[in-house]
């Protein structure tokens, strides 16, 4: 929902996965730029560890979204916070999406991919340790928090001030027309 506000707003997000049955608004998550970022550091989202930093990742992302049709101007990677150390070089501006954990919990479960293969424990370790990391990238780094269940029911102040931080200057018609809490909520 928070990417897809982003784009709304011009941010350039690439070849994404379309909608679907779980997810109507679609995911904009960058294709090429996922394939980069496995590449360089595998699929590390249930192993408890961050992405290391590695000679010649930010090149070869720059390389993927101009091979993607990237031209200048802002552009988003959307994935797990667990990733965020590979970014560095890109001096980004970090936005977190911010959910209570068992809300997080029941939505994982409910996913044909998020924490299918762990165990109930290793799932609330595993949510914990993102929420750890987006709450250092909110201290340390600045990042700006974007509560997601206030959004998806009605309350824009927190997108509002996300896109503020990034450079852009929110369109409430924009936000209201993508936001579906009962997209959300399912």
Not at 54 to 74: E, H, K, S, T, Y
Not at 127 to 134: E, N, S
Not at 170 to 186: A, C, M, N, S, W
Request: with cysteine; proline share 4%.
């Amino acid at each position: 929902m928070t990417a897809g506000i982003f784009a709304r707003h011009g941010v350039w997000v690439g070849t994404c996965r379309g909608p679907d049955v779980s997810n109507q608004k679609g995911y904009f998550e960058n294709r090429r730029i996922r394939d980069v970022v496995m590449e360089y550091h595998k699929a590390i989202v249930h192993n408890g560890v961050l992405a290391q930093k590695r000679a010649g990742f930010a090149q070869a992302v720059l390389d993927a979204i101009v091979a993607d049709g990237w031209d200048g101007g802002p552009w988003l990677w959307k994935g797990s916070v667990l990733y965020w150390p590979a970014f560095y070089e890109f001096t980004p501006k970090w936005v977190v999406c911010m959910r209570p954990p068992e809300k997080v919990f029941e939505s994982c479960r409910r996913s044909p991919v998020f924490g299918r293969n762990l165990s109930d424990d290793k799932l609330r370790e595993n949510i914990a340790l993102h929420q750890q990391q987006m709450n250092y990238l909110v201290t340390a780094k600045q990042a700006v928090r974007v509560f997601t269940d206030e959004v998806a029911a009605g309350d824009y102040a927190s997108i509002a001030r996300a896109l503020t931080v990034c450079g852009l200057m929110p369109d409430y018609d924009i936000i209201d027309e993508f936001v579906d809490g009962k997209l959300f909520t399912q």
